[in-house]
């Protein structure tokens, strides 16, 4: 059943159940009060009948006539006093005057006095005949009353639920299309603005925002999948296809099979390898698969190491590698060979993609109740639109990134893992001193253990 339908049968059910709650609760106060309310009733208009009667007996000191002066008020309107068709009237010694012959024990009575004298008694119907004869009609005029009120709430409350339904299930079936259009595939598919625009600041357009930024976020999945598959043959393939062309070449003698050639060889299977390193480390990270053993240790002394490790080798491209590190312990918990390891993929980058004669700065400091490690170099940078891409898979910047000075552009993205595994945070800014426009990686880790 759709949605709307099962809305519509609610909102009808809701309310026939209301209707029908009441009707029970009038039922049962109806029974409860009607007999009060008879007797009251029966006082209050004896009395009242009484003084009118009275006042005639005082005028023509009898009753003579008193037939057609009661046909006289009921033709006069509703000023004058309503006479019951039950109503009887006795003489001073309770002799039947008019009305209906009913025993006097089944009467209720009230006294007519003219000057302190009894002259008379008026009495009506109580006995449970009457009363159930009279209870009867009333129920039955209330039960019609009660009929058409709820016909009437009923045909309001279709009209109502229909279009309140009409109107809440519309945006949830826009919704629903929405997610099938999602689950066959079609990620640039949005819910429109004016769709959007019409709802109110609810939960309906929450979902409806959170639609569009899942669609979103598919679009970019999926974007990212391709890019990142169409990546992967490239770097897979371009390896391989170098050392089968050299295997070949040696094989038909084109080339000689000496030592340089098996060397050249065995420096694409060590790229290969290091690249299916690189990949495997990296599926692990994306999984939680891999593996970290945390304890405290001395973050300073991971980067002292790391730094005297580089040293020789930016002095040999003429780069001077500047070291600020406190000389107190930052005791972080963390796993020593990872932290290695991101120290080694951020510095080798460092050491690849700057120029010739210029500097890189790693400095290490406790700020806030965090340590924040951050490494800047000068020349040549990268562009606004490469900075938002260096963490993605397999992303090299084409102007720096190539394979003979560059990776697979991986390194900055098992960076980002093993920061993250480490509850730190890493980001990329320019780094713009003077003339030079460098990059600066900057993470922050919350610090643990004791200093």
Known sequence: MRI??????????????????????????????????????????LTELSSEFSEYYDHYGSFDGITLRTLIW?????????????????????????????????????????????????????????????????????????????????????????????????????????????????????????????????????????????????????????????????????????????????????????????????????HLTKLLDDLHDLSLADVGALRYRMEPIDFGDIVRVSCASYEPLFSAKQQQLICHIPSAPLIQNGDAVRLRQLLDNLLSNALKYTDNGTNVDVSLEQHAGKIILSIKDDSPGVSDEQLAHLFDHLYRVENSRNRHTGGAGLGLAICQRIVEAHQGTIKAHHNNVGETHGLAIEIHFTRGGKS
């Open 4 to 45: 709307r339908n099962q809305f519509l049968l609610t909102l009808l059910g809701a309310c026939l159940v209301i209707l029908l709650v009441t009707s029970v609760l009038m039922q049962f106060s109806f029974q409860r009060s009607l007999d009060q309310y008879l007797s009251q009733r029966q006082h209050a208009l």
């Open 74 to 270: 009921g033709a006069e309107g509703p000023s004058q006093p309503h006479i019951p068709p039950d109503l009887v009237l006795l003489d001073s010694a309770r002799a039947p005057i008019f009305g209906p012959p009913i025993p006097t024990g089944e009467l209720t009575l009230r006294v007519i006095k003219v000057s302190g004298e009894t002259v008379g008694w008026l009495g009506l119907p109580n006995s449970p005949e009457a009363r159930a004869d009279i209870e009867h009609r009333f129920a039955r005029k209330q039960r019609n009353l009660l009929l058409s009120i709820a016909s009437a709430t009923l045909c309001l409350a279709f009209i109502g639920a229909w279009w309140l339904s009409r109107k809440l299930v519309k945006p949830i079936e826009a919704v629903a299309t929405f997610s099938r259009t999602l689950r066959d595939g079609d990620f640039k598919q949005r819910l429109s603005g004016s769709f959007l625009r019409t709802q109110k600041s609810d939960e309906l357009k929450q979902l409806s925002s959170s639609m569009n930024s899942l669609a979103h976020s598919l679009e970019q999945s999926h974007s990212s999948r391709q890019r990142w598959l169409a990546d992967l043959s490239h770097e897979l393939r371009t390896p391989v296809t170098v050392m089968r062309a050299e295997l070949e070449a040696m094989q038909d003698g084109v080339r000689p099979l000496d030592q340089h050639q098996i060397n050249a060889v065995l420096s694409e299977t060590l």
